[in-house]
């Protein structure tokens, strides 16, 4: 069988892997950064933030789709969401949906999908994936997770790490050492640490260092050896887990664990909770993965995203934009349906939407999320 | 007599050339340079550039009511606006407006208000002040009207010259020569040239010389002698506009001769048409004027403004505005009642009306005009 575009990988040697594999979507997250065009009942991934004409959720399933078919993608999402979701994933069924009451972050959100998927179906492997992130080239990331998922059977817990293109200083990093002899994830590589956020000069070292990738937050992994990993080091948050799932399918007794067990379930990000200590003790291995991606986690990383990276273009993000720009650069985020005039401002930030506007620059740009909080602190919640 | 805040000048040497005076307001011009803040259905002179609580229409009926008294006041503005001039002023009565159809410029304009004037009362003194300039020291500006006045009834048309506290390069220069020797108008001084706005360099040297005043558009003379000058230099206008004056008091030939007669006037300027030639033939005199004056030409001199002169602080116009400002300066003007967020932009402006927005800064505050035209042009006239 020779390969395609969408599936570039070697089908006669993955079948068995892959038919055991399930994807797993965790939509939460505001994205405070984006503010005022993200916000609670407008998350990041609820928005088209590339132009592709459809929001990031919705990119995010058309990319899992060849992996592992439809019917095997879970969403695990707030409950206010629900109804959005759904219009964006006509294909999503009831089994595959997980609606939080309240957010309890990244550990209980994915640990909850794979005590279900295992309940369901020992020996399941699940790779999550970010619902608000962006990839343009799907056959490398195909091909990345096709191998994480060989090394996910072997029984690492699996990471997908991004070739840094420049010294950024907004991702975390993932530091590798030599390579892990895995039968079909050749390009496996141990990993000895995840790091935060670098400064700019640690983070050129680390890229100069060539030993570093960027932390795309991708996990596959068997749910059995997730949830193991979990319960070494938040045993509790475990018992908790394991819990909700016995009761999850049976409609009776869903709910009343729900209301028991979520609100009280530890909040703790997966890199903390199981990634760091799995790296630590050698159970991770990471797959560098040469495709694009981006978090969009800023305006900044916004206009670069849409400026094909041309930092004298301004971009303009919104349907019927109405802008007129004269020697202006920067972004533009339109959905007021309102004549927007630039004159000269370079590197500027414009978000402008019923309710809220929002100019900054893009040095600027991570500061969003104090002016965030300055607006709850001061009452006008309502535009949050 | 003593004097007092309101009458600074000795009332017992003035009210003879006083009864005789009448004040015209110009209130016309959309004021380009401040869209999309000023536009055709709101220009300029109904807006409160000040934060006074008032429109500068009625800030200038309030500083001219101590010379003319409410009975004394003539506006001459466009139909349109009639409704929302006759609001500002309450006090203003029917035969004391004059609509234009269409608008011919300020020659037609302060000429009709001339020759209508002239009919009724010969002899009459007129002064004409712009609807929409700014000035905060009433006393120094009545102390120089007073002197102009007596200027004027001497035969000279007489304006009245800003002295200038830096070299602008927004205004207008006048430039004086030795004293004239007129009873009541001790500081006046002979012009010998009306300049059009210089270059910096220019505009340095002007004010280093210390010959050169800031034309502030105040015109004071006697009617009759307004309308000669016109008709030295513009004869079929000056035909044009007694034709009408003859035909204004009587109902049933106003609209007529309103029709006939109106739109074909020559659109001239009163600085091409009257100053500069009576600059040149020696009958214009000035009185230097010692009050903070502006002309409120762009947004840059709006911020001046509002900032108390600061270029550290953020001055922030509109009713309900609601701005929240980290690291920034310049200007927001808010119209729109959103929530405004304002980060590390410095010298910005931004101009937020609920269907235009602009985002530019001080230094391009001259360029708004071009954006406007722009506009025109690309069809988006719905928000001029």
Redesign the interface.
Known sequence: MTSTALYPFDMARTPKTLDRFYSVIPAGGIGSRLW?LSRADAPKFLHDLTGSGQTLLRDTWDRLVPLSGEQRIMVVTGRAHRAAVEAQLPALTDENIVLESEPRDSTAAIGLAAAILERREPGVIIGSFAADHVIKNHALFLSAVTEAVAAADAGYITTIGISPTEPAIGFGYIRSAGPLDIGGAPSALTVTEFVEKPDLETAERYVASGNYLWNASMFITRADRLLEEIGRSQPELLAGLLELAEAWDDPATRGPAVDRIWPNLTKIAIDYAVAEPAAAAGKLAVIPGYFDWDDVGDFASLAKLNSGGRKSDLAILGENA?V?S??SSGIVVSQSG????????KD?V?V?T????????S??AQ??K??VD??KL?G?SD?L
């Open positions: 005022p109405r007129l004269d020697a309102r004549v927007i005039s630039l004159i000269g401002v500027i414009v402008d019923p309710d809220a506007l929002l100019v900054t620059t040095e600027n500061r969003v104090a002016v300055a607006l001061t006008s535009v």
